[in-house]
């Protein structure tokens, strides 16, 4: 990869591992559903400003969208903003790093690309990251199965979003339809298990990490995303997965004070391992 398209990657690195720094800051003044909602709202009019008019179009178009945003952002954005409860934003963000590996095993099941011996065996040491990290006493178990479906909810996205290169939609229109489509799904959810009106009014630092994760870590992350799939490729741009981790420790270390033990670093190694044996060409 060129220079410029490794300062992107490690920007996006720092936008969406400052996704679960921003959740747990967001957390501590506002209910779940109502850090996801303003999360979707604030970026799908962040991306309609980028669009500047160009929106998909047809019945056909929003409805795939709307399965995207349901995959995509509906599901694991509410597992994860719950899980964050429990666990910290470094822990969700390695669970995350799975995503991949997920991804083999559905890509698999749907008869879209081989599993391989050295496939297989990434899934493997995935999976023993995680029971490492589980063994360890990582934290609460629910909270990390939560991690661990959201991640496999992104893999179906994975799978289900290939069809917008034949159906003709620019990504960053495929981008701000499911972040559109997932703001409408989750809006009477929204307003019916929170009741907002009812709510107190949150501190500043919570109304700036909503904005944070809503312009910042959803609608300039999924710009600069687009921009290295079509510079640096799909496999290059796997690397993320590997940095997401890093830059979720490092935020929760120098501004919320949270620590990682060795049991998580020795699990993450094993799900880097993983990576690496299904990013690897040949």
Not at 165 to 182: D, K, N, S, Y
Not at 208 to 233: D, E, K, M, N, W
């Amino acid at each position: 990869m060129k220079s410029d398209d490794w300062a992107r990657l490690i920007a996006l690195s720092v936008l969406w591992g400052g996704s679960f720094f921003f959740v747990e800051i967001a957390l501590t003044g506002l209910p779940p559903f109502s850090v996801v909602w303003g999360r979707v709202a604030l970026g799908a009019l962040a991306l309609a400003v980028m669009l500047r008019g160009r929106l998909p179009q047809g019945w056909a178009v929003w409805r795939a969208l709307a399965v995207m945003g349901f995959l995509n952002n509906v599901v694991p954005f509410c597992l994860f903003a719950f899980a964050q409860g429990e666990i910290s934003g470094a822990l969700a963000a390695i669970l995350n790093a799975t995503t991949p590996l997920w991804g083999v095993v559905v890509a698999h099941l749907a008869g879209a690309e081989p599993l391989t011996a050295r496939r297989l065996g990434g899934v493997a040491a995935g999976i023993a990251g995680v029971a490492v990290m589980a063994g360890g006493g990582a934290g609460a178990l629910p909270a990390m199965i939560a991690c661990l479906a959201a991640a496999l909810s992104y893999a179906f996205a994975g799978l289900w979003g290939r069809r917008f290169r034949e159906m003709g939609v620019p990504p960053l229109q495929a981008a701000f339809g499911q972040v559109t489509a997932a703001t409408v799904i989750l809006l009477p959810v929204w307003l019916a298990v929170d009741a907002p009106w009812r709510l107190a009014m949150p501190p500043a630092q919570v109304w700036a990490a909503v904005v944070g994760i809503g312009v910042l870590s959803t609608a300039l992350a999924y710009a600069l995303y687009f921009r290295l799939l079509v510079t640096a490729g799909a496999v290059n741009l796997m690397l993320v997965t590997f940095l997401i981790p890093v830059s979720a420790a490092a935020l929760g270390a120098l501004v919320l004070g949270t620590r990682l033990g060795p049991q998580h670093f020795a699990g993450f190694a094993l799900i880097a391992l993983g990576l690496w044996a299904v990013a690897k060409r040949g």
